[in-house]
T-cell receptor
Framework: KAGVTQTPRYLIKTRGQQVTLSCSPISGHRSVSWYQQTPGQGLQFLFEYFSETQRNKGNFPGRFSGRQFSNSRSEMNVSTLELGDSALYLC????????????FGSGTQLSVL | AQTVTQSQPEMSVQEAETVTLSCTYDTSESDYYLFWYKQPPSRQMILVIRQEAYKQQNATENRFSVNFQKAAKSFSLKISDSQLGDAAMYFCAYRSPGTSGSRLTFGEGTQLTVNP
């Protein structure tokens, strides 16, 4: 069974641009959640999607948004990029059943110049 | 809100020896889940072990075991017979049950070095 796939692995953008990251969950998984990892703030929860609906959201500004498609693939979008958005963005998938294990991808490393 | 604290930014151990990583957490909930994740240089977070708060028995997965002290809100990870492949960043994480879905609260992490 293929694992969680995140694309691209690396991305370089400039301030003010927008970016879209993609996450393909494990086959059969209906829940996708996103995390931001930075040296200063550590790992922080962004949001979770289940069956195309956002069911949980962290404390991030509205510039951070996401969506999930009918095949459970998810995208995360950041608009008007700031230098502080430079981070590793991790995606995790699960079956969506309460308290099931999360399986993480290898992340997308975003650098904002 | 729940918080998770890992007070050891770095730890080192000799190959084949035992090492213990510390984690404390703060919560007002009585039921919750605790995890240890490993993040090697590949960056992928890998689940090492999971503990349900309602279970008194400490979880064990091969060479990995935990010491769960619910009253003290402590959740340490013991790695026995350390191997070079155990070298990684280790994160302690907390999750509320039920409607919180997949939301994890992570500690700051402990960088583990394994010396040959």
């Amino acid at each position: 069974k293929a694992g969680v796939t995140q694309t691209p692995r690396y991305l370089i953008k400039t301030r003010g641009q927008q970016v879209t990251l993609s996450c393909s969950p494990i086959s059969g998984h209906r829940s996708v959640s996103w995390y931001q990892q930075t040296p200063g703030q550590g790992l922080q929860f962004l949001f979770e999607y289940f069956s195309e609906t956002q069911r949980n959201k962290g404390n991030f500004p509205g510039r951070f948004s996401g969506r999930q498609f009918s095949n459970s693939r998810s995208e995360m979008n950041v608009s008007t990029l700031e230098l502080g958005d430079s981070a590793l963005y991790l995606c995790a998938s699960s079956s969506g059943v309460t308290n099931e294990k999360l399986f993480f991808g290898s992340g997308t490393q975003l650098s904002v110049l | 809100a729940q918080t998770v604290t890992q007070s050891q930014p770095e730890m080192s151990v000799q190959e084949a020896e035992t090492v213990t990583l510390s984690c404390t957490y703060d919560t007002s909930e009585s039921d919750y889940y605790l995890f240890w994740y490993k993040q090697p240089p590949s960056r992928q977070m890998i689940l090492v072990i999971r503990q349900e708060a309602y279970k008194q028995q400490n979880a064990t997965e091969n060479r990995f075991s935990v010491n769960f002290q619910k009253a003290a809100k402590s959740f340490s990870l013991k790695i026995s017979d350390s191997q070079l492949g155990d070298a990684a960043m280790y994160f302690c994480a907390y999750r509320s049950p039920g409607t919180s879905g997949s939301r994890l609260t992570f500690g700051e992490g402990t960088q583990l070095t394994v010396n040959p």
